[in-house]
């Protein structure tokens, strides 16, 4: 069966969706059938394993923020449990 | 190991070799452009073209520069363009007021050992005249040019550029890490490697600090980034917007790694400027936003701007990814499309070299896909047309810059 989760880097603790997958979708992860329990769309990013607020989130082998949240293997990771980590080290100006 | 095919190139009286072997018609302000373009229109082929390997005659390409006011790097910018390996002649083609200095790159081309020639419209009779006259002169340079010593290439004499356009949610995760991968690949053969566009870096720059090969040479990385956040904010734009998150990327630093992807993963042994040569092998990380106050609008108004600066930094083949489908190519070197999306592969095949998008599909690998690109590098270099190529693609912008030279940090491995 080709899985819906891509791995992009060995070191990765999250999975990229590269095709629609249905609430309860059934699949591998690692070796174990896991059920994804919400819809993911495409290019969004799934818990390689469970997951604690704070843990750093790994996608291509770096550091792209942190859990904000705990999260179950085949869980959604996006913006309702992640944040950047990423702290400008200058001053940001918007432009009217 | 790679599969390495023969790579016959042209060897340049200055020692460096080249994959192709063009005759560069360059207009030296915009007033020149339609007689350059009649000289070169001359000599295009489209059915040589569409062959699968390039032909013995030198072909004829068009580059330039538009502006009439002087300007100190897209003067450094036509000296690297003219010398560059792949170009074995330049005619020049001047209208005679226009404030670009003919002579000096006349003498920095001839310098090189090129065959080089000047016209000068206004002492040479108008358009028809100076087109008939610029006719005769691509002949007598295609002599000489057919005639360049032929040599073997190694993969390590290789310059690689890499660029994204039209990227979509795709992009980051089959076309771009799978160019990484080839990347990792042709570096460790010993060809040197360059990325660009640090306005799509935001947020990553620690990351990409952590692999250069000195603290000092991330130190300068971390700048060029900062540099780039600011000068953008200035134009308007802003990296993050909200349709990355309905894509599912959640951070700045996701949505740079993404583009960052295509530097692979080996150490970063310098940053270099438009027109600057890599020293030795390795990865290069090419610093495309101007210095200074921002004086003559966007960095780059175009994919096709960025394409020309990695070719003024020696690249003899640039590897394009695209997710929304671009068609471009480029004058001088060829161009490789590597396409990111499925569907639009399907829908654009005809253009695109590389179909990534299987990835999405679970018909390949990134490893896979990486090899691909490698071995379709190779091929190349050794002769075969891209699709691009093969379309008659020979895009060409050149415009306004301000740079400072690069700091003393820049280049740690830079040999004595």
């Known amino acids: 069966m080709i899985t819906p989760l891509i791995l992009l880097h060995p070191d990765d603790n999250v999975l990229v969706c590269r095709a629609p997958i249905a609430a309860g979708f059934e699949t591998v992860i690692d070796g174990d059938t896991v059920t994804i329990p919400a819809a993911i769309e495409v290019g969004h990013k799934v818990a390689r394993g469970d997951l604690q607020a704070g843990d750093k989130i790994l996608k291509y082998g770096a550091p792209i923020g942190s859990m904000t949240a705990d999260a179950k293997r085949g869980d959604h990771v996006h913006l309702h449990n992640m944040k950047s980590d990423y702290i400008p080290s200058h001053t940001r100006k918007a432009v009217s | ?416």
Request: net charge negative; aromatic share 6%.
């Open chain 2, 1 to 416: 190991m790679l599969n390495t095919p023969a790579i016959t190139a042209y060897l340049r009286p200055d020692g460096r070799k080249g994959i192709r072997n063009v005759i560069a018609v360059a207009y030296l302000v915009e007033c020149a452009h339609h007689v350059a373009r009649g000289i070169v229109n001359r000599f295009t082929d489209y059915e040589q073209l569409a062959s699968a390997t390039i032909g013995d005659a030198p072909e004829v390409h068009l580059i330039g520069f538009p502006g009439c006011y002087p300007n100190a790097y897209a003067f450094k910018m036509m000296q690297a363009l003219t010398t560059h390996p792949n170009v074995g002649g330049v005619l020049l083609i001047s209208l005679g007021c226009e404030s670009f200095n003919r002579e000096q790159l006349k003498t920095t081309i001839e310098a090189s050992g090129r065959p080089v020639e000047t016209l000068v419209i206004q002492n040479s009779g108008g358009t028809a005249s100076t087109i008939q006259k610029g006719v005769e002169a691509v002949k007598r340079m295609q002599a000489i040019a057919a005639q360049t010593p032929r040599v073997d290439m190694d993969i390590s004499e290789l310059i690689i550029g890499t660029i994204c356009g039209g990227s979509d949610g795709t992009s980051g995760i089959t076309a771009n890490p799978a160019v990484g991968r080839a990347f990792d690949a042709l570096g460790a053969a010993g060809a040197a490697c360059i990325f660009e566009e640090t306005g799509e870096l935001v947020g990553c720059e620690k990351i990409m600090a952590d692999r250069a090969v000195t603290p000092e040479l991330g130190a300068a990385l971390e700048a060029s980034v900062e540099k780039a956040e600011r000068y953008y904010t200035i134009m308007g734009f802003g990296s993050f917007a909200p349709g990355n998150a309905e894509g599912g990327l959640t951070t700045q630093e996701e949505k740079s790694m993404g583009a960052y992807s295509k530097s692979g993963s080996a150490p970063i042994c310098g940053i270099l400027k438009p027109g600057d040569q890599p020293p030795t092998g390795g990865l290069y990380l090419l610093d495309v936003v101007p210095d200074g106050e921002p004086r003559f609008g966007f960095p780059n108004i175009s994919d096709n701007a960025e394409i020309v600066e990695l070719i003024a930094c020696g690249a003899h083949i640039t590897l394009f990814t695209t997710g929304r489908g671009s068609v471009v190519g480029s004058a001088i070197s060829p161009v490789i499309k590597i396409c990111a999306n499925p569907e639009t592969f399907r829908k654009l095949a005809e253009d695109m070299d590389i179909d990534a998008g299987r990835i999405m599909e679970g018909r390949a690998t990134l490893d896979e896909v990486g090899s691909e690109i490698t071995d379709l590098v190779l091929k190349v270099a050794a002769g075969a047309r891209t699709k691009s190529e093969a379309l008659g693609h020979q895009e060409f912008i050149l415009t306004y810059k301000a740079f400072e030279p690069i700091g003393p940090a820049c280049l740690p491995l830079k040999r004595a």
